[in-house]
């Protein structure tokens, strides 16, 4: 039996698992009992490309979540993975995008058994789930491994320092934390035990410009003297603000890239998660100009709580219930895509100026995790960075000049 199966039979109620979808993705989907209560199981095969995240992997999580819904039963996620998948084109974003709306709309219990290293969108899922159960020693969390990290900051580091099951502890993002795999899966029984089966009924949806600077961008967009910034002094290296676009008001969130390449770290997250609920709350459409490397990676980084507050803006973005537009102005890498807003995160309309770019990763990071070089470096730019690449396959719905986002704003936001 292959270990992913073992892993399920041993969290299962003995002669209850039944494997219902195994294919060529990292993903298996079952069926079973955990302290005789129906649950749906999704568990992530580490031998399979590491447990890495892609399109197919994306589908297969769907249709385990769907199958949570359906049955009204508990989310009961097993997971060891390196992230997403860097192979996989532009639709790794795509996938994992549509896996943390589906898991933030999933009204059944969300339960995440962490079995070793959980990286990038693996660790964003432990965020969007009710319980996270881990192993000391054996698990981890956190958005960038030690090779990314070393090659991103030059900082020598440890999966262990970066985001080892005991830091995650005392940031609060394990809720019960285990000796051994057994007191691990034996914890994840007793929380099932306290689960009511009951179905649950799903809620009712709801002149001139600089063009060269995000700053240029925004008074290409908005009415003349309309904006009002909102704590310009509160992590610099993004800009949130209320404006006029022909009169309606809009909340426009962007990244600054002219002050710490608008990086993502967690005072630009929280920022972001505030100023989206306060768009809520005032009942505005929101506009998300982007334009990051991603989020920090690194030790401190994950010590000042990077992971949390990336969850938190991904939540109120999922959670803001008014229109939503985003524009690729420039790089877009990473989890950077799904937290600034994309079509699968609710995002009515996605745009792209023609010299941005739309990946998992830079291409220099690429070149030296996957060793390429030459032409292969330009082959991996034009399939797996281009903003040509990422509207073929559905992430963009147009590529448009400066001068034309107002009018295309204008139109998908009223």
């Known amino acids: 039996m292959k270990e992913v199966h073992k892993r399920m039979a041993s969290l299962a109620d003995d002669g209850t698992l039944r494997v219902l979808e195994e ?13 005789n209560k129906p649950v ?36 009961v996620l ?6 997403a998948d ?55 969390f956190c958005l960038t491994g030690p090779k990314i990290v070393a090659r991103a900051i030059y900082e020598e580091a440890i999966l262990d320092e970066i985001g080892g099951a005991e830091a995650v502890a005392r940031r609060g993002g394990i809720h019960l934390l285990a000796n051994t795999t057994e007191a691990m899966e034996e914890n994840c029984r007793k929380i099932v035990g306290f689960v009511k089966e009951k179905h649950v ?14 700053e240029g961008i925004i008074d290409g967009i908005v009415d003349k003297e309309s904006a009002t910034i909102l704590w310009p002094r509160w992590a610099p290296h993004t800009i949130a603000l209320f404006a006029r676009l022909k009169g309606m008001g809009v909340g426009i969130f962007a990244n600054n890239p002219r002050v710490a390449a608008g990086v993502l770290d967690r005072a630009a997250a929280e920022k972001a998660a505030t100023f989206y609920r306060l768009c809520d709350r005032f009942h505005l459409p929101v506009i998300s100009l982007a334009d990051t490397p991603g989020f920090l990676p690194g030790s401190v980084s994950e010590e000042e709580g990077v992971l949390k507050g990336g969850a938190a803006m991904i939540g109120a973005y999922l959670n803001h219930r008014w229109k ?14 799904m937290a600034m807003g994309c079509k699968e995160m609710g995002a009515d309309a996605y745009y792209a100026l023609k010299d941005a770019q739309i990946g998992v990763t830079g291409e220099d990071m690429a070149a030296e995790i996957l060793h ?40 998908a936001l009223s």
């Open 78 to 83: 097993m997971c060891q993975s390196a992230g």
């Open 324 to 337: 939503k537009s985003t524009v690729a102005v420039g790089r877009v890498l990473g989890g950077s895509y």
């Open 372 to 411: 390429l070089r030459g032409k292969n470096i330009e082959e991996y730019r034009s399939m797996h960075l281009s903003i040509e690449a990422a509207k073929a396959e559905g992430l963009v719905d147009h590529i448009l000049s400066p001068d034309a986002l107002r009018e295309s704003l204008w139109e």
């Open 23 to 35: 294919n060529q993705s990292a993903v298996a989907v079952a069926a079973a009992k955990i302290a």
């Open 86 to 140: 860097m192979t996989g084109s532009q639709l790794s974003l795509s996938g994992a995008g549509a896996v943390f709306r589906a898991l933030h709309a999933l009204e059944t219990p969300r339960i995440y058994l962490s079995y070793g290293p959980c990286i990038g969108a693996a660790a964003y899922m432990a965020t969007l789930s009710d319980v996270v159960l881990a192993v000391r020693g054996m698990s981890a």
């Open 40 to 75: 749906a199981l999704a568990a992530l095969d580490p031998a399979k490309k590491g447990g890495a995240l892609g399109y197919l992997e994306g589908q297969s999580l769907l249709r385990g979540i769907s199958l949570a819904k359906e049955a009204g039963a508990p989310f």
């Open 201 to 214: 009924r799903p809620k009712d949806p709801m002149g001139e410009k600089d063009i060269e600077t995000m």
